[in-house]
């Protein structure tokens, strides 16, 4: 059972890294850098969704494409890897930081959106209620994984933990933690 | 030495759940529900450090205030009686979690100051560098303790974990751990 959640996250990881680094690196980088295909995407999904982000973000989330190309794109390979190996205990809590500002930049997404005047800008925006529920509708399903993640990683507090003893008779196995525990008090 | 960081930690979200309540919370109740100081301090803060932020907050600003409301202000109650406790286990993911969002916020607030173009602005916001400069060295100091908070609790692994075993012999205290490990394999 974890190794079909692994199997998803590995695939996800991949796809995010791949995206991160085609995609959404537009919002920072020169232009000139693109073959033609990255804005030819990106305009037909502007036109079709109607969402104006990615051809135009605002500050806050330029500040958060900087962090994925800086953060998020790095370890989503080394996430991707991991959780193709499988019971890495390492990846636990940097897969929680993950996920958690993964959902922070959605929610932040997700309400400007909803909220927002699009009227006076430059791409077509979001105007009536239909429109906003369509296009966030279309945009939450991306947020599923990561709390998939989140909540998977939460709760398997040993994730990874017998993976670490695999050579070891099994009545060695929690040796290591509790000689550091020992050591401590 | 753990226990000065808990202590450090307990102050901190008191003081946090007090101003999120108080004044944070301004950007998102109606303003009728807030004693006369409130949005004198506000206005007072505004003009001081030409922050216009809090007193005209955007659509994300304003997202990040409702999860402040709904989850970080009632988290933080929790956070400083457990800090206040000392040695409990279970503050150590929730405590990741917290900081994650909250420097994710951070990064978006200090990139909107050190970027948007604030003339078109009702309330003053920084406009030559040194302003943008002086705003964000008075904010960035809100974010140590949340980065303490962060590299503390990623470091300190087994945190509040022999709090668990104080009145049980030193042999057996990872036998909890162990049986589990044993029923999984």
């Given at each position: 059972m974890i190794r079909i959640f692994e199997w998803i996250f590995c695939v996800f990881f991949g796809f995010s890294a791949v995206w991160g680094l085609v995609f959404d690196s537009f919002m920072v980088y020169p232009k000139w850098l693109y073959p033609e295909f990255v804005p030819k995407v990106l305009v037909w999904y502007t036109e079709h969704y109607k969402d104006p982000l990615p051809l135009n973000p605002p500050e806050w989330l330029q500040a958060f494409a900087w962090c994925e190309q800086l953060f998020l794109v790095p370890f989503s390979f080394v996430a991707a890897y991991a959780f193709y190996k499988g019971k890495q205990r390492w990846i636990r809590i940097p897969s929680i930081i993950y996920a958690t500002h993964v959902l922070t930049m959605m929610v932040a997404y997700m309400y400007h959106l909803f909220m927002h005047d699009f009227s006076k800008q430059k791409y077509p925006g979001p105007t009536t209620s239909e429109e906003r529920q369509r296009l966030i509708t279309t945009i939450l399903p991306f947020g599923i994984i990561p709390v998939l993640l989140l909540v998977f990683m939460v709760k398997e507090e040993?994730?990874?933990?017998?993976g670490h003893f695999t050579h070891v008779p099994r009545h060695h196995s929690p040796s290591r933690r509790s000689e550091r525990i020992a050591k401590r008090d």
């Open positions: 040993n994730y990874g933990m017998h």
